[in-house]
């Protein structure tokens, strides 16, 4: 994919065709200096854009030339984002927080409940914490929580950004340990990181530096299926 922003008569390459293939189940790390491309590649792989040529699958289907509707829709149902900021809603409960994407998905009331539950187990989250407010739970909590709503539509690619930024070194280390274990259960996750301690999480480490890639290591985890490509 190339990503070229025009300002005025300059033009800004962002992104020099770069080609990235994550298989189904794989947990891949992306790191990057400020400036490097690395907030643009994720936000195409977010589809919260789309590349200026070039083209990018999920799950077989190219959505690199989907219209605006058509891209909100694929984001809803293919991406689950974890945010460095939580981005809960404040004062409101766990459990609406996690069946937040499912409302706006029109999925019915009971199976809201069976999946969020599903969601927040799978995120490591105590039964006795789905009716707290956000407000009242720790930050290591509140990661695991934006981690559930991530996974409760069934998305083809979890895409974490900077997830454990605002978390201390043990907390930080337990949200990485929750992202194995999803991988391990056959989750594909993209994590952006520019902290190396942090990537050496994931099966595969790749570099962008001056908007290209280049490959730090081979993955360890066997990878099934087809997932995202770039």
Same mark, same amino acid.
């Given at each position: 994919?190339?990503?070229?922003?025009?300002?005025?008569?300059?033009?800004?390459?962002?992104?020099?065709?770069?080609?990235?293939?994550?298989?189904?189940?794989?947990?891949?790390?992306?790191?990057g200096?400020?400036?490097?491309?690395?907030?643009?590649?994720?936000n195409?792989?977010?589809?919260?854009?789309?590349?200026?040529s070039?083209?990018?699958?999920?799950?077989?289907v190219?959505?690199?030339?989907?219209?605006?509707?058509?891209?909100?829709?694929?984001?809803?149902?293919?991406?689950?984002?974890?945010?460095?900021?939580?981005?809960?809603?404040?004062?409101?409960?766990?459990?609406?927080?996690?069946?937040?994407?499912?409302?706006? +998905?029109? @999925? %019915?009331? =009971?199976?809201?409940?069976?999946?969020? &539950?599903? $969601?927040?187990?799978?995120?490591?989250?105590a039964?006795?914490?789905?009716?707290?407010?956000?407000?009242?739970?720790?930050?290591?909590?509140?990661?695991?929580?934006?981690?559930?709503?991530a996974?409760?539509?069934?998305?083809?690619?979890?895409?974490?950004?900077?997830?454990t930024?605002?978390?201390?070194?043990?907390?930080?280390?337990?949200?990485?340990?929750?992202?194995?274990?999803?991988?391990?259960a056959?989750?594909?996750?993209?994590?952006?990181?520019?902290?190396?301690?942090?990537?050496?999480?994931?099966?595969?480490?790749?570099?962008?530096?001056?908007?290209?890639?280049?490959? +730090?290591? @081979? %993955?360890? =985890?066997?990878?099934?299926?087809?997932? &995202?490509? $770039?």
């Open positions: 994919m190339v990503k070229t922003y025009v300002t005025g008569d300059s033009y800004t390459l962002a992104l020099k065709g770069v080609s990235l293939s994550v298989q189904e189940g794989e947990f891949v790390a992306i790191m200096p400020s400036g490097s491309g690395k907030s643009t590649l994720m195409l792989l977010g589809l919260l854009d789309t590349p200026t070039g083209t990018y699958h999920i799950r077989g190219d959505v690199s030339s989907l219209g605006q509707s058509e891209l909100a829709e694929a984001r809803s149902r293919e991406i689950g984002f974890v945010f460095q900021s939580f981005n809960l809603l404040p004062r409101t409960s766990i459990m609406r927080n996690v069946s937040l994407p499912m409302i706006y +998905a029109h @999925v %019915p009331d =009971r199976e809201r409940h069976d999946r969020a &539950v599903a $969601a927040m187990t799978a995120a490591g989250l039964p006795e914490l789905y009716y707290k407010l956000s407000n009242q739970i720790s930050g290591g909590q509140m990661q695991r929580v934006a981690i559930a709503r996974l409760v539509n069934d998305p083809a690619l979890i895409l974490a950004d900077e997830p930024g605002n978390l201390d070194t043990v907390t930080g280390d337990f949200i990485l340990a929750t992202f194995e274990k999803l991988c391990d056959g989750r594909t996750i993209v994590l952006i990181t520019h902290e190396p301690e942090v990537a050496a999480h994931a099966d595969r480490v790749v570099h962008i530096r001056d908007g290209v890639l280049t490959e +730090a290591a @081979v %993955p360890e =985890r066997v990878a099934v299926g087809s997932g &995202v490509s $770039a």
